[in-house]
């Protein structure tokens, strides 16, 4: 069997990103990306709809290692894939992925102080790797499929219908009538990417979302490279967007009518006086209660103001075959739905069956350890990134940590790290794993995933500040995470 000190399972931006920091800053370790797809890339490689792009600025999305030079900084997803595959070329990384290796169980030996994983690879065979280390960088979705609600009568529909997450590359929408059903990201990106070519969209939502309109370039960012050099540029830029996230993030908690109040004027701003502002964007709820959307350049409200989109606030009642009826009894004809629906968070990393010593792993019955790894189970991390910004810069500072506690381990002479309830723990009041965000893809199964208490370091603290700190200059032994042999 082929053994690793470290196994990455994942090949996108986490994958890539923990390549790197091994290379940095564990030289002498071995170690082997496994990603089950024929391509790098992740989620940037997977989604092909119209419009695809980040919701998230670029120099904060990016590698803190390799600037963004595009002008652009809300980027496309092929400009995204590239900046991926240049790092890989860049720092040679791609001779440590294997593409076509799909993980599908990890079962960890105390014995051996080693996961045996099971390897499926494209043809169907099976085959056997062992590592001291294992680093899911897999994502928070199954790349099986999306989340589809129970719609009565979606069998009688006789037009198209796709989902996001499996575009149809052949799918011609030109002068077609679209229903998008959604108000998320995805939702928000496609709807005015495909009127440009289709006869009407109408984005049809149960609930609105916030959403902010922005233009597609930093002008600061763009000033700061003609200025200095490029990774003195790209380090200034990335502060001060993080800094304005975790500003605005935080003025969210202490005012959030603040904040609700500038970001509906603004929209009102957009679609004048006679739109109902009221009905169509205002949430039940507060700002980042659920993350906010993107508007880039303004192109939706562009599009509402054309008459090109519309959006419909209602819901479901039934599908038929010549679109969906309302249960406000109105009904949207449409040639092609398209089910922007969401995600199918994963319980599991990886979605992988987990044992331990031959013992099923249940995460529910874990608590969470700094939000990266998991109570009573060895020599195991996973990135997770934030809600409320940009998911590469927690999935930076966690390969960080993972890199110090290998080089801890190194240093003790010892195989196994396993964070280990301490008896001051046992009264931690349970939290969710991620707590105050009530978007429906997380709550529908937050029930399954590992408990956060109220004091480090069982805590998941979506917040890059305190991350920062913690991952970079906390304590590796500090009296939790337990170092030991076989």
């Known amino acids: 069997m082929e053994h690793f000190d470290v196994v990455v399972v994942g090949g996108g931006l986490s994958g890539i990103g923990a390549a790197y920091h091994l290379q940095d800053k564990c030289p002498d370790r071995t170690f082997v990306i496994l990603e089950g797809r024929d391509s790098i890339g992740g989620t940037w490689d997977l989604f092909r709809y119209p419009g695809i792009r980040s919701d998230s600025d670029m120099h904060t999305l990016g590698f803190e290692f390799k600037p963004w030079r595009a002008d652009k900084s809300i980027a496309d997803g092929p400009a995204i ?94 002068g077609k009538k679209v229903v998008v059903i959604g108000s998320g990201a995805t939702a928000i990106t496609v709807v005015p990417a495909m009127a440009t070519t289709a006869s009407h969209v109408t984005m049809l939502q149960r609930t609105p979302t916030y959403v902010v309109a922005r233009p597609d370039t930093d002008k600061f960012a763009n000033f700061m490279r003609k200025v200095l050099p490029p990774r003195a540029a790209y380090a200034v830029t990335r502060k001060k967007n993080t800094v304005m996230q975790q500003f605005i993030y935080g003025k969210t908690r202490t005012a959030p009518h603040v904040v609700k109040k500038k970001i509906l004027d603004a ?107 998991y109570s009573g189970v060895p020599n195991m991390g996973s990135t997770f990134g934030y809600i409320n910004a940009s998911w590469t810069l927690r999935a930076d500072l966690t390969s960080t940590y993972v890199c110090r506690l290998l080089n801890e381990m190194r240093k003790t002479g010892t195989k196994i790290c396993t964070p280990v309830l301490r008896d001051s723990d046992a009264a931690m009041p349970e939290r969710p794993w991620i707590d105050q965000f009530s978007s429906g893809y997380m709550q529908r199964v937050m029930h399954l995933m590992p408990r956060q208490g109220n004091q480090e370091p069982w805590i998941n603290p979506q917040n890059y500040k305190r991350d920062r700190e913690m991952f970079r200059y906390g304590k590796v032994d500090d009296g939790v995470m337990q170092f030991t042999n076989p």
């Open 267 to 373: 929209v009102r701003e957009e679609l004048g006086p006679d739109y109902d502002v009221e009905k169509h964007f205002t949430p039940p709820y507060n700002p980042w209660d659920q993350r906010l959307c993107l508007v880039t350049n303004g192109d939706l409200f562009k599009g509402i103001r054309e008459g090109r989109i519309e959006v419909v606030t209602d819901t479901i009642k039934e599908f038929n075959e010549n679109g969906i009826v309302l249960d406000s009894g109105k009904h949207l004809a449409a040639d092609i739905i398209v089910m922007a629906t969401g995600l199918q968070l994963l319980v599991a990393p990886g979605n992988l069956k987990f044992t331990i010593d031959g013992k099923d792993l249940d995460f529910s019955k874990t608590w969470t350890y700094k939000g990266f790894a």
């Open 81 to 174: 894939l590239n900046y991926l595959n240049e790092t890989c070329d860049e720092y040679g990384i791609r001779k440590y992925i294997r593409l076509g290796h799909r993980v599908v169980g990890a079962s960890w030996n105390t014995t051996r102080a080693a996961w045996e994983l099971d390897v499926v690879r494209s043809g169907g065979e099976h085959e056997k790797i062992s590592c001291n280390y294992l680093y899911m960088c897999a994502g928070y979705y199954s790349y099986e499929g999306g989340y589809v609600p129970d719609f009565a009568g979606i069998e009688t529909f006789h037009g198209t219908i796709v989902h996001p997450q499996k575009w149809p590359e052949d799918l011609d929408y030109e």
